[in-house]
């Protein structure tokens, strides 16, 4: 499926695809997301689904954070203070440390509550806004829209996948 590049187009995509989300995160059994001492054996830094949706959830606060800061005047330090794109990993297991004692439930939370969020930024902005290239001095190369993308339907298709390895990953009975 092509990236979202009109603002109905990216409110579909993340739409569809946190249903998508939802839909895998229900495959779970109850006893094993409630067990936040389990996590598969899986080379990811999500090894259980409440990792899954904190990452993603801690990642879009950080682009409505950005967004914020550029509506205000700012230069949002992206991807965040004193971090390069190229420590994505450092910043995911930073991202995990955090969350680690969240709740599945809580996490199904925060996740909603910044999807809702997200949803509303996007609703309020033009086409325009979202997705002409240099709009906003602070997304460089890219545009406001690419970052929603980014954070709303392109992050929930690969918790889809981190769910499927994680799935994958669990004993047998």
């Known amino acids: ?53 904190t990452q ?6 950080l682009a409505l954070g950005w967004a914020e800061a550029g509506e205000a005047g700012g230069r949002p330090q992206i991807p965040g203070e004193g971090h390069t794109w190229r420590e994505t990993p450092a910043i995911n297991a930073e991202i995990r440390e955090r969350y680690l004692g969240t709740s599945y439930a809580d996490a199904v939370d925060l996740l909603a509550g910044s999807h809702a969020r997200g949803l509303g930024v996007i609703a309020s902005h033009s086409e325009n806004e979202l997705f002409t290239r240099g709009r906003y001095a602070w997304t460089g190369s890219t545009t406001l829209g690419a970052y929603f993308v980014s954070a709303t339907s392109s992050h929930y298709v690969w918790g889809q996948k981190t769910l499927r390895r994680i799935q994958r990953a669990l004993p047998t009975p």
């Open 56 to 61: 993603i959830h801690a990642w879009q606060l």
């Open 1 to 53: 499926m092509p990236r979202p590049t009109t603002r109905s187009a990216l409110l579909e995509a993340a739409a569809r695809e946190i249903e998508r989300l939802r839909l895998a995160l229900g495959r779970f059994d109850p006893a094993v997301v409630a067990d936040l001492t389990w996590e598969a054996d899986i080379e990811d830094t999500s090894r259980h689904p409440r990792d899954v949706l």
